[in-house]
Each structure stands twice: as structure tokens, then as C-alpha cells.
């Protein structure tokens, strides 16, 4: 018998994008496949879009607010598969993704393999989705893979991963004090606990970039970076569980120095703590100054209307630009293009 995929979605005031979210699952080429998601006290029509797709086998159900790795959780408890997919409420599959990572699985015939695929930022239309490669994009050791992540501000979006059951229950459950990062610290738990990652080529998941209201965002609150610095905590305490060594404490104080400026001016007793921790591991981090200079692309307009506007034209044309760019992907869309 095929393997049981459980495509597992957690859904807070998605109601805007739920329906695309599980349609993109339901058209999965891959025959063996459950659909539940959490609905995590939405206040929207979360619930009521998603439930109309019961009768087509997908379990919705409902949880009392609790955040995204709660519901998560609450989805795995209620699924079967012998294969887990992620898919958060906003994001979109291939319909052979799961196909392709599936039958590269059962080539291996290994259940500590974690498959990866490629991944591309869209807005509205999956079709004007962007793939960039990154040092990720190729089968690697766990070891290899964590040292590009931290060493190279490199990442893979939820959706890219399918784990098997025996990896799943391995590595625990999602970490339900995390608000923010979540995916990055559980993912490291997974890879922890896999022999290699087989990134399979053709295998697409696409990823929403729903601007800055969306959970990855840094908001600037104080459990947003608390949630933040948690989790760059533990990402350095797997990575040195792999390997302890020169090259992985250098990933780790690279990794502080990446994300030392989100905590600028908002945390300086997070800061000190980042400072610290490097200095434990033979490195060193500090605040870079915020130096304004001006692009060769607007370098120019200093010449003919003075520094002012050059410096005004920097930071606003591409706001309107990227307004124009979602506004016509957003006109399209609707349109069927």
C-alpha cells in the first residue's frame, strides 16, 4: 500500500487565502492523502471558508486561540500519515510535490531521510512566483546544512519539507513558547535527529509574501523578540550538538551578528546577552551604525535636486514600487491571468 500523506495546516484570520491553501492540497497528484486544519480562534470566516471543503475529506476543527505551534500540535495528534506535510494557511503546493519527494522517498527506503524541494515568493499568482537558489538547494549532512543556515543567513519556508512519522515523533513537538521562528527552531529539532537531507529537485512549494502583519514579521514587541532570541539560542545549542569545533562556533557568532540588529535600540538587555554569548564562544557582536548612503540608482538625482529629495527618493520609490507590483499581481489575479 502507497504511504499516508498527512497535509497538516494551522489557520489564524486566513480567511483570505484558506480556500487557495487547501485546494492546492486537495490537487495533490499523490493518491494517499488526509487534509486537517486547525482553526486557532480566528475572529474572521477562517472556519466557515475551510469547513465547506468537509465534504471533499478535508477535517477542519477548532481550537481556543493558542498560536501557531499549538495548533500545529493539535493537527499531528489527529493524523495518521506516514508522512507529515506542513502547510501554512497562506502558502501553496505543486500538485506533484508531494509526488516527487514521496517516490524519491521510496527510492531511499529510509525513514530518517528529510526531503526538501524548491521554494518561490509569491503575492497572488503562484505563476509570478520567484525561485531563488540558495547553498540549501542540495543534499547535504544535517551538520553541513545547519553551518549554511547560520553562516549564510540562508533558510528553507515550512511547506519546502516532507518528514517521515519515525522523524516527526523523534524530534518532539513544536515548541509552543515560540511565537516567532517557531518553524526555524523545530525544523533544526528534525534535523537533528535525520541522517542526511535529499533536496529534490522540481519538488515546488510556494511561499506568500503577505507583508509585514504576517507571523514571521518582527513587530518589535517584546514576545516577538523574546520569542526571537529563544530561538537563536537553540538553533546555536543543536548546531553545537552536531559538532563542536572552530567552524561551527563561528557559524554560531555569525548567526549573533545577523540577528543582532533587530534588537537595536528595542532590547539593549538582549543585546548584552548576545554580546556575551559570543564572548563564550570566542567571537565577539556589536550594533553596527546605521550609516546612510545613497545607491548608484539614486546617487544621480543628488546632482540635479539636491541630497534631500536623492535620500527621499531612496526610501519611498520603492514602497511605491513594490505597492504598484502587488497591486497589478492582486488586478490580475482577480481577473484570472
Known amino acids: 500500500m502507497k504511504p499516508l500523506v498527512s497535509i497538516l495546516t494551522p489557520a489564524y484570520n ?4 484558506i480556500a487557495e491553501t487547501i485546494t492546492s492540497a486537495l490537487r ?4 494517499r492523502k488526509e487534509i486537517i486544519v486547525v482553526d486557532d480562534g480566528s475572529t474572521d470566516r477562517t472556519f466557515e471558508v475551510a469547513s465547506k471543503f468537509s465534504k471533499e475529506g478535508v477535517t477542519v476543527v477548532s481550537q481556543k486561540k493558542s498560536g501557531a505551534s499549538a ?3 493539535h493537527a499531528y495528534s489527529l493524523c495518521k500519515g506516514d508522512y507529515v506535510q506542513w502547510l501554512d494557511a497562506d502558502d501553496v503546493l505543486a500538485p506533484d510535490k508531494i509526488t516527487r519527494q514521496v517516490e524519491v522517498a521510496q527510492t531511499l527506503n529510509n525513514p530518517r531521510v528529510l526531503l526538501a524541494a524548491e521554494w518561490g515568493r509569491f503575492l497572488y499568482r503562484t505563476r509570478s512566483a520567484i525561485f531563488v537558489p540558495t547553498p540549501l538547494w542540495e543534499d547535504l549532512t544535517p551538520l553541513e546544512w545547519l553551518i549554511r543556515k547560520l553562516s549564510l543567513n540562508v533558510w528553507m519556508q515550512p511547506g519546502c519539507w516532507l518528514v517521515s512519522r519515525e522523524l516527526t515523533d523523534a524530534a518532539g513537538p513544536w515548541d509552543e513558547r515560540l511565537s516567532f521562528d517557531d518553524d526555524g527552531e523545530y525544523f533544526c529539532r528534525i534535523l537533528l535527529k535525520s541522517q542526511r537531507v535529499s533536496f529534490v529537485k522540481g519538488s515546488k512549494a510556494y511561499y506568500r509574501a503577505t507583508g509585514p502583519g504576517s507571523l514571521s514579521s518582527v513587530d518589535y514587541s517584546d514576545k516577538k523578540l523574546e520569542s526571537a532570541w529563544l530561538s537563536i539560542r537553540l538553533h546555536i545549542h ?3 550538538q552536531l559538532e563542536d569545533s572552530p567552524r561551527t562556533r563561528d557559524a554560531a557568532v555569525t548567526f549573533l551578528q545577523t540577528w543582532l540588529g533587530i534588537f537595536d535600540p528595542h532590547r539593549t538587555d538582549i543585546i548584552a546577552e548576545m554580546q556575551h554569548h559570543a564572548r563564550m564562544l570566542g567571537g565577539q557582536v556589536q550594533c553596527l551604525p546605521q550609516v546612510d548612503q545613497l545607491r548608484w540608482k539614486f546617487a544621480w538625482m543628488e546632482r ?6 536623492a535620500f527621499w527618493a531612496q526610501k519611498r520609490l520603492p514602497q511605491v514600487k513594490h505597492f504598484v507590483v502587488r497591486h497589478l499581481d492582486r488586478t490580475l489575479f482577480q481577473l484570472g491571468c
Open 14 to 17: 486566513a480567511e483570505t487565502w
Open 28 to 31: 495533490q497528484t499523490w493518491p
Open 71 to 73: 495548533a500545529r500540535n
Open 238 to 240: 543543536y548546531l553545537l
Open 304 to 309: 540635479f535636486f539636491g541630497c534631500r529629495f
